[in-house]
């Protein structure tokens, strides 16, 4: 689902909308409409699906991607820190960006320095940082060890271990010293 959203410049949390899905599982020959109003019956006469094959240059369609990827992360604001947790429960780091990503339909390794290994993420320089990044720290053991979602201005979403999923700034005594590298996944 992530790749058709991804294409026609929507979230995943959209399309789910779109066509009343509640799961990220779709099935082949399965017809689902990418604009229009959203639906909770699967049968819709509106043709606005199968005619919405517009060309999407990539950063319109990665903007639908990073727009509900940033929703969704800001939507757990306040959910407290929980060691090894992957749920709205409570979230450790990785938990955290392994949960908010599986929402947007892609999947992502589960521990921090597997993600920042991960062949499909590309560095980025500061410079060049967009929101929807994943920033990485070097916290309590070498390498990377904790991680967030750039939101822009400066900031990142993340779980920490004091006060849950909040916003953080780069610029802070703690992270700034902490800070190794930018990734971007790569589409």
Excluded at 104 to 116: F, L
Excluded at 139 to 148: I, L, N, R, V
């Amino acid at each position: 689902m992530w790749l058709i959203a991804n294409n026609h410049g929507t979230s995943v949390s959209n399309l789910k909308s779109l066509n009343g899905l509640s799961g990220n599982v779709i099935y082949v020959g399965q017809k689902l409409k990418v604009s229009g109003e959203p639906t909770s019956s699967g049968s819709s006469s509106d043709s606005s699906g199968s005619s919405h094959t517009s060309t999407t240059d990539s950063s319109s369609s990665n903007s639908g991607f990073v727009d509900g990827l940033i929703q969704e992360a800001k939507k757990h604001i306040g959910t407290p820190y929980q060691w090894a947790g992957t749920s709205p429960a409570g979230f450790d780091c990785s938990g955290f960006l392994q949960y908010v990503f599986a929402q947007e339909g892609v999947s992502i390794p589960r521990t921090v320095a597997s993600i920042y290994a991960d062949s499909r993420m590309d560095s980025v320089s500061g410079s060049n940082r967009q929101v929807g990044d994943l920033v990485f720290f070097e916290t309590y053991k070498p390498g990377a060890s904790h991680a967030g979602i750039y939101v822009g201005n400066n900031s990142f979403i993340h779980t920490g271990s004091t006060n849950g999923v909040e916003i953080s700034s780069l610029s802070s005594n703690y992270w700034s010293q902490r800070y190794i590298g930018t990734k971007r996944l790569s589409h």
